[in-house]
């Protein structure tokens, strides 16, 4: 149990230290400031990963929805019937599938 607790210690004060050793790196190498729009995208629309401590790697094309994805697609399914696409019947009709 001693060893869980020192690594508990180390992660804390690593993420304590974050916010300076943030500020070193850029003053060191500021042409990664450019970057700055797409930390914020990944704030805004993949927040999910930092809130819960992942990371995401996958070098074989699989894509992770976005928050704007998921608002959208909640959005059509609150205003929709999806009936079966292969059915012929009025919710299939009215319903915007997707090409």
Same mark, same amino acid.
């Given at each position: 149990?001693?060893?869980?607790?020192?690594? +508990?210690?180390?992660?804390?004060?690593?993420?304590?230290?974050?916010?300076?050793?943030?500020? +070193?790196?850029?003053?060191?190498?500021?042409? #990664?400031?450019?970057?700055?729009?797409?930390?914020? %995208?990944?704030?805004?629309?993949?927040?999910?990963?930092?809130?819960?401590?992942?990371? #995401?790697?996958? #070098?074989?094309?699989?894509?992770? #929805?976005?928050?704007?994805?998921?608002?959208?697609? %909640?959005? %059509? %399914?609150?205003? @929709?019937? +999806?009936?079966?696409?292969?059915?012929?019947?009025?919710?299939? @009709?009215?319903?915007?599938? +997707?090409?």
């Amino acid at each position: 149990m001693a060893h869980a607790s020192r690594v +508990a210690d180390t992660a804390l004060r690593m993420n304590s230290d974050l916010p300076a050793a943030e500020a +070193a790196f850029l003053s060191d190498h500021p042409a #990664y400031a450019a970057t700055g729009h797409i930390d914020a %995208l990944r704030r805004s629309e993949y927040g999910r990963f930092d809130s819960q401590g992942h990371t #995401y790697l996958d #070098y074989t094309g699989a894509g992770v #929805y976005s928050e704007s994805q998921v608002r959208m697609h %909640l959005d %059509l %399914l609150a205003r @929709s019937i +999806a009936g079966n696409p292969r059915s012929d019947n009025l919710s299939t @009709s009215q319903f915007e599938w +997707a090409g």
